[in-house]
Protein backbone atom coordinates (compact mmCIF):
# COMPACT_ATOMS: atom_id res chain seq x y z
CA UNK A 1 0.00 0.00 0.00
CA UNK A 2 0.92 3.32 -0.43
CA UNK A 3 0.78 6.20 1.90
CA UNK A 4 -1.13 9.20 0.17
CA UNK A 5 0.95 12.28 0.18
CA UNK A 6 -2.17 14.59 0.81
CA UNK A 7 -5.46 12.75 2.44
CA UNK A 8 -8.26 12.47 -0.04
CA UNK A 9 -11.37 14.39 0.06
CA UNK A 10 -14.23 11.68 0.24
CA UNK A 11 -17.61 13.65 -1.56
CA UNK A 12 -20.48 13.36 0.33
CA UNK A 13 -22.96 11.02 -1.82
CA UNK A 14 -24.53 7.71 -1.00
CA UNK A 15 -22.46 5.62 -3.91
CA UNK A 16 -19.44 6.58 -1.43
CA UNK A 17 -19.47 3.85 1.25
CA UNK A 18 -17.57 3.85 4.79
CA UNK A 19 -16.56 0.32 6.38
CA UNK A 20 -14.51 0.44 9.74
CA UNK A 21 -11.92 -2.06 8.99
CA UNK A 22 -9.15 -3.58 11.76
CA UNK A 23 -5.34 -2.15 10.47
CA UNK A 24 -6.88 0.43 8.29
CA UNK A 25 -9.73 2.05 10.17
CA UNK A 26 -12.84 3.56 8.37
CA UNK A 27 -11.99 2.74 5.06
CA UNK A 28 -14.34 4.28 2.03
CA UNK A 29 -15.44 2.41 -1.22
CA UNK A 30 -16.40 4.02 -4.60
CA UNK A 31 -19.58 2.45 -5.19
CA UNK A 32 -19.59 2.10 -9.58
CA UNK A 33 -22.49 2.52 -11.24
CA UNK A 34 -25.48 -0.10 -11.43
CA UNK A 35 -24.63 -1.97 -14.75
CA UNK A 36 -20.73 -2.61 -13.25
CA UNK A 37 -22.38 -3.23 -9.74
CA UNK A 38 -23.93 -5.97 -11.84
CA UNK A 39 -21.64 -7.05 -14.17
CA UNK A 40 -19.50 -7.43 -10.65
CA UNK A 41 -21.99 -9.34 -8.51
CA UNK A 42 -22.14 -11.89 -11.95
CA UNK A 43 -18.27 -12.78 -11.26
CA UNK A 44 -18.66 -13.31 -8.08
CA UNK A 45 -21.23 -15.69 -8.66
CA UNK A 46 -19.45 -17.38 -11.48
CA UNK A 47 -16.57 -17.55 -9.31
CA UNK A 48 -17.40 -17.80 -5.76
CA UNK A 49 -19.19 -21.33 -4.08
CA UNK A 50 -21.08 -22.86 -1.33
CA UNK A 51 -19.47 -25.53 0.31
CA UNK A 52 -20.33 -26.98 3.60
CA UNK A 53 -16.13 -27.05 4.33
CA UNK A 54 -15.30 -23.57 5.71
CA UNK A 55 -12.21 -23.68 5.09
CA UNK A 56 -12.69 -24.25 1.23
CA UNK A 57 -15.53 -21.59 0.77
CA UNK A 58 -12.84 -19.21 1.99
CA UNK A 59 -10.61 -20.42 -0.27
CA UNK A 60 -13.09 -20.32 -3.09
CA UNK A 61 -14.82 -16.92 -2.13
CA UNK A 62 -12.36 -14.43 -1.13
CA UNK A 63 -9.92 -13.95 -4.52
CA UNK A 64 -13.45 -12.49 -6.44
CA UNK A 65 -15.12 -10.68 -3.37
CA UNK A 66 -11.23 -8.79 -2.99
CA UNK A 67 -11.68 -8.02 -6.97
CA UNK A 68 -14.20 -5.80 -5.66
CA UNK A 69 -12.97 -4.53 -3.06
CA UNK A 70 -10.27 -3.54 -5.57
CA UNK A 71 -12.12 -2.10 -7.82
CA UNK A 72 -13.89 -0.09 -5.47
CA UNK A 73 -11.07 0.90 -3.29
CA UNK A 74 -11.27 5.01 -2.32
CA UNK A 75 -9.12 5.23 0.93
CA UNK A 76 -8.71 8.56 2.59
CA UNK A 77 -5.14 8.04 3.29
CA UNK A 78 -3.98 4.59 1.23
CA UNK A 79 -3.45 3.62 -2.18
CA UNK A 80 -3.35 -0.17 -3.40
CA UNK A 81 -0.22 -0.75 -5.66
CA UNK A 82 -1.60 -3.26 -7.33
CA UNK A 83 -3.07 -2.14 -10.78
CA UNK A 84 -6.44 -3.00 -11.79
CA UNK A 85 -6.71 -5.98 -13.94
CA UNK A 86 -10.57 -6.59 -14.79
CA UNK A 87 -9.43 -9.46 -17.32
CA UNK A 88 -8.61 -12.28 -14.16
CA UNK A 89 -10.29 -11.43 -11.84
CA UNK A 90 -9.09 -14.24 -9.38
CA UNK A 91 -5.59 -13.32 -9.88
CA UNK A 92 -6.55 -9.69 -9.16
CA UNK A 93 -8.16 -10.46 -5.99
CA UNK A 94 -5.32 -12.40 -5.09
CA UNK A 95 -3.27 -9.89 -5.31
CA UNK A 96 -5.47 -7.40 -3.61
CA UNK A 97 -5.56 -10.10 -0.51
CA UNK A 98 -1.58 -10.08 -0.47
CA UNK A 99 -1.30 -6.53 -0.48
CA UNK A 100 -3.72 -6.09 2.29
CA UNK A 101 -2.18 -9.02 4.05
CA UNK A 102 1.06 -7.53 4.30
CA UNK A 103 -0.47 -4.29 5.94
CA UNK A 104 -1.54 -6.71 8.47
CA UNK A 105 -5.25 -6.40 7.79
CA UNK A 106 -6.94 -10.07 8.99
CA UNK A 107 -8.10 -12.37 6.30
CA UNK A 108 -11.68 -12.49 8.69
CA UNK A 109 -11.75 -8.51 7.70
CA UNK A 110 -10.71 -8.74 4.02
CA UNK A 111 -13.88 -10.89 3.66
CA UNK A 112 -15.88 -8.87 5.80
CA UNK A 113 -14.88 -6.07 3.35
CA UNK A 114 -15.99 -7.49 0.02
CA UNK A 115 -19.10 -9.02 1.44
CA UNK A 116 -20.26 -5.66 2.93
CA UNK A 117 -19.62 -4.38 -0.64
CA UNK A 118 -21.78 -6.99 -2.23
CA UNK A 119 -24.26 -6.69 0.03
CA UNK A 120 -24.19 -2.96 -0.85
CA UNK A 121 -24.76 -3.11 -4.66
CA UNK A 122 -27.39 -5.71 -3.91
CA UNK A 123 -29.15 -3.34 -1.18
CA UNK A 124 -28.73 -0.46 -4.03
CA UNK A 125 -29.93 -2.36 -6.94
CA UNK A 126 -33.09 -3.92 -5.35
CA UNK A 127 -34.53 -1.38 -2.84
CA UNK A 128 -36.18 -2.78 0.31
CA UNK A 129 -39.34 -2.35 0.32
CA UNK A 130 -39.32 -4.35 -2.81
CA UNK A 131 -37.79 -7.12 -1.25
CA UNK A 132 -39.90 -6.85 1.58
CA UNK A 133 -43.25 -6.78 -1.15
CA UNK A 134 -42.22 -9.82 -2.73
CA UNK A 135 -41.45 -11.13 0.45
CA UNK A 136 -44.87 -10.20 1.95
CA UNK A 137 -47.15 -13.34 1.65
CA UNK A 138 -49.26 -13.39 4.35
CA UNK A 139 -51.14 -10.09 3.38
CA UNK A 140 -52.45 -8.96 -0.33
CA UNK A 141 -52.38 -5.03 -0.91
CA UNK A 142 -55.79 -3.33 -0.59
CA UNK A 143 -57.32 -3.67 -3.76
CA UNK A 144 -55.60 -6.30 -5.71
CA UNK A 145 -56.55 -9.89 -6.46
CA UNK A 146 -55.00 -13.37 -6.77
CA UNK A 147 -55.48 -14.98 -10.71
CA UNK A 148 -58.07 -17.44 -9.18
CA UNK A 149 -60.10 -14.77 -8.15
CA UNK A 150 -59.66 -14.89 -4.37
Known sequence: MIERETKREIPDRPHYYGIEVEALGRSYFRIPNPVRQLQLLEMLAEHGTVTKDPIQGVMLNVP??????????????????????????????????????????????????????????????????????????????????STNGA
Not at 84 to 94: F, N, Q
Not at 98 to 103: I, K, N, P, R, S
Not at 133 to 139: I, K, P
Open 64 to 145: PTMAIVGECWFHEELDLETPLDLHDPIRYGMAILDELHEHGTPLAECARMGHALADRFADLLVPDEIVDRALDFSERAAGTR
